[in-house]
């Protein structure tokens, strides 16, 4: 496990990286910079990036069953969170979350310029109130099926096809921000929204960050399509970093992916082979 003490100039590198300074701004030789590892891939932005983040209780709860989730992470963990905000082009939540908790989804706990702010509202539930809508902060999209009467408001309207389980194909959402030159995006939940990223096999990076509480009852912060035997389960490789009040486990679901594809191609050639 790495420790990592995040300085104001590691900060300010990190963020000029992901400006594309042309001369970003330099570290001195031998500065320990394990958090490099933790951020770089996200600032750097070599082609499109999906992070996602899940900021849970040590039994993996988000929130009470009454649906209190203020300040399960601790202040690292919302520090950690709003670097992950600063660092992406667009954060994207479900209409889940903005009913339940009503978040303005800007960077304030560290500096840096906030995402544009993404919900999936495939029914059009988004509340006219949501405060998003009103705090005059970055633009807020809102992802609608096709099918439904066109929710217009204080926001750019994009809508896609219904697929057939009845929501929207997480590609075509990524596709849509693409084109609008949001290519670096946090999914950063709830659960319903971040597994069908996941099962869409379209999240390259995996941010846990376990906060030393024990909620004992209440939603979790992942919930992927049911598996049978744990044979099933995915096992990707897991960068682990204490970064004070929380623990960050960085999982590498991109390269767990394409080794479930491999695999299958060659149970399907043995198969054949047979
Ligand atoms: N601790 C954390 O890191 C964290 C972060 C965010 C949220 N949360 C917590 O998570 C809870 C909310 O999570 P949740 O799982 O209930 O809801 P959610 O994921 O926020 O929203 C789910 C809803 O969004 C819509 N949606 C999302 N993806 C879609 C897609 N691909 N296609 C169509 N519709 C899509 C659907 O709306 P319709 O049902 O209208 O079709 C779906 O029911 C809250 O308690 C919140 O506090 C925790």
Not at 106 to 129: E, F, H, L
Request: proline share 5%; charged share 20%.
């Amino acid at each position: 496990m790495q420790s990592v003490s995040m300085t104001e100039e590691l900060w300010q590198h990190l963020l000029s990286l992901r400006n594309h300074a042309l001369r970003p701004v330099g570290l001195p030789a031998g500065l320990e910079a394990s958090c490099l590892s933790l951020y770089k891939r996200i600032a750097l932005r070599n082609g499109p990036f999906v992070l996602a983040q899940v900021g849970q209780s040590l039994d993996g709860r988000v929130a009470t069953p009454t649906g209190d989730a203020q300040d399960v992470s601790g202040c690292d963990g919302i520090a950690h969170l709003h670097r992950c905000r600063a660092l992406a082009d667009a954060v994207v939540v479900g209409v889940g979350t903005v009913v339940a908790d009503n978040p303005s989804l800007s960077v304030r706990a560290v500096s840096g310029k906030s995402p544009v702010r993404v919900v999936i509202d495939c029914n059009g539930r988004m509340p006219g109130m949501a405060k998003m809508l009103h705090d005059g902060g970055m633009p807020v999209i809102v992802m609608q099926a096709a099918d439904i009467a066109l929710h217009e408001g204080r926001h750019e309207t994009i809508r896609l096809p219904r697929q057939a389980d009845g929501g929207l194909a997480p590609r075509d959402i990524l596709k849509a921000l693409a084109e609008r030159g949001l290519t670096t995006v946090l999914v950063e939940g709830g659960a319903n929204t971040i597994s069908r990223f996941v099962d869409a096999g379209l999240v390259d990076r995996l941010h846990v960050s376990v906060a030393p509480i024990i909620i004992g009852s209440g939603p979790a912060g992942i919930r992927l399509s049911p598996i049978d035997r744990l044979s099933e389960a995915r096992r990707p490789e897991v960068d682990i970093y204490n970064i004070g009040t929380d623990i960050v486990f960085d999982c590498n679901l991109r390269a767990e992916a394409e080794r479930r594809v491999l695999a299958d191609r060659e149970n399907i050639l043995m198969a054949d082979t047979a």
